[in-house]
């Protein structure tokens, strides 16, 4: 269920490949069509040559019909689980997609929530399924893969397996024993916590060092120059990252979720939150004090969430967009991997009709720019420091 998104896809890519036959349910036509003809929705590494093969040999399947999921011994869900316009989590998002379809799953099955959850929910899932009357073995296996790496993760990262009962435990480990066999065990609530300390421990990181390098450019200092002397041969700050803009579909929802599950007790999550999101008002308000931006043409360079993905959900770079809307004369992007954004113009037009370039996603297509107008670059892409 959400087979052909962005983590359902590659999983069941990974299973097919390894001898197991997969069938991916989707509601979004489009995406199955697509999967269908063996042409991948999106940029993932080594998928565009995998995908057209599990497909010609019938071990990789997809289609819009629920009745798929009876014949299945296992069933995996992989459905998006965002936060509402309040940054409320929304506990119903993976319940609630099941609900409907209940009758068509059969007693024996092993359900699989895949998707990151509000803590609780499995066990919602559990007492749902037991009111319809489904004795279905339940199970919470995280996914932890990074977008666009998926097919190699999904070979060597541990697997988070979690069930209360032991002979559904090892069911789930069984089926990803056909990935990895480190697997780790832990209750339903151990790992739905897991998965979402996971990601709010990377936003925090981030955070930390786009605060430090706000400090630094306050200074007048280049933040790259004194992350290089922390970091150098010296362990304990090795996982140091440099400034950017963290964002993407992830991070900073789990976050959000983390503090709600706190009531909003979590002070370092909402920090984190405030740093990571007010990074584009803080870069315009230091070019404002630099530049007379509206007489200006500012040029965004990236404007999916990282670099080297097609991915633009909940990206700063349209953040930083909307913001020099309000500022400069003009402002163009481009981006080489995102295709439905109608307004995004050829890379060299925008470097040759702007008066101020911002690097904002560090895709790797940027990396011997070189313009004669001045150039934003808080990723150090271009290896020239990070200083505004």
């Excluded at 296996?141 to 988070?160: F, H, T, V, Y």
Aim: aromatic share 6%; glycine share 8%; net charge negative.
């Amino acid at each position: 269920m959400g087979g052909c998104g962005r983590a359902g896809l590659p999983l069941g890519m990974a299973f097919a490949e390894r001898g197991l036959r997969v069938v991916l349910f989707d509601i979004n036509g489009a995406a199955v069509d697509q999967v269908r003809s063996g042409v991948m929705p999106f940029k993932e590494r080594g998928a565009d040559v995998l995908l057209p093969r599990l497909v010609s040999d019938g071990s990789l399947s997809a289609t819009t019909e629920p009745g798929s999921i009876s014949g299945a011994e296992s069933v995996v869900v992989v459905v998006g689980t965002p936060v509402d316009r309040f940054l409320s989590p929304d506990i119903n998002a993976v319940p609630s997609a099941i609900e409907p379809l209940a009758d068509r799953f059969t007693d024996g099955q092993l359900l699989v929530l895949r998707s990151t959850v509000y803590p609780g929910v499995t066990e919602r899932v559990e007492q749902m399924l037991t009111r319809q009357g489904r004795s279905v073995d339940v199970c919470f296996c995280p996914e932890r893969i990074a977008e666009g790496n998926a097919l190699d993760e999904l070979g060597s990262l541990p697997q988070i397996v979690a069930a209360r009962e032991s002979h559904v435990m090892e069911r789930a480990a069984s089926l990803f024993r056909h990935l990895v066999t480190d697997i780790v065990e832990l209750s339903p609530e151990e790992a739905e916590l897991a998965k979402l300390f996971t990601n709010t421990w990377r936003y925090i990181k981030f955070a930390i060092a786009n605060q430090l390098f706000m400090i630094a450019n306050d200074s007048g200092l280049d933040f790259e120059r004194i992350r290089h002397a922390i970091t150098y041969n010296y362990p304990r700050a090795a996982d140091m990252p440099g400034p950017g803009f963290a964002a993407g579909p992830c991070l900073f929802k789990d976050t959000m979720q983390i503090a709600a599950f706190s009531e909003n007790s979590f002070t370092l999550g909402h920090a984190s939150v405030m740093i990571n999101e007010g990074l584009p008002l803080y870069v315009i308000g230091r070019l404002q004090r630099k530049f007379d931006l509206p007489a200006m043409t500012v040029g965004i360079l990236g404007m999916a969430f990282k670099g080297g993905s097609d991915d633009r959900r909940d990206s700063l770079s349209y953040k930083l967009k909307r913001l020099l809307k309000m500022k400069a004369k003009r402002v163009m992007c481009s981006d080489p991997y995102i295709k439905e954004d109608p307004e995004l113009a050829p890379v060299d037009d925008v470097i040759n009709e702007s008066d101020l370039i911002i690097v904002a996603a560090p895709h790797a297509e940027y990396r011997d720019l070189r313009s004669d107008v001045p150039t934003v670059d808080i990723c150090n892409l271009l290896g020239e420091g990070v200083k505004i």
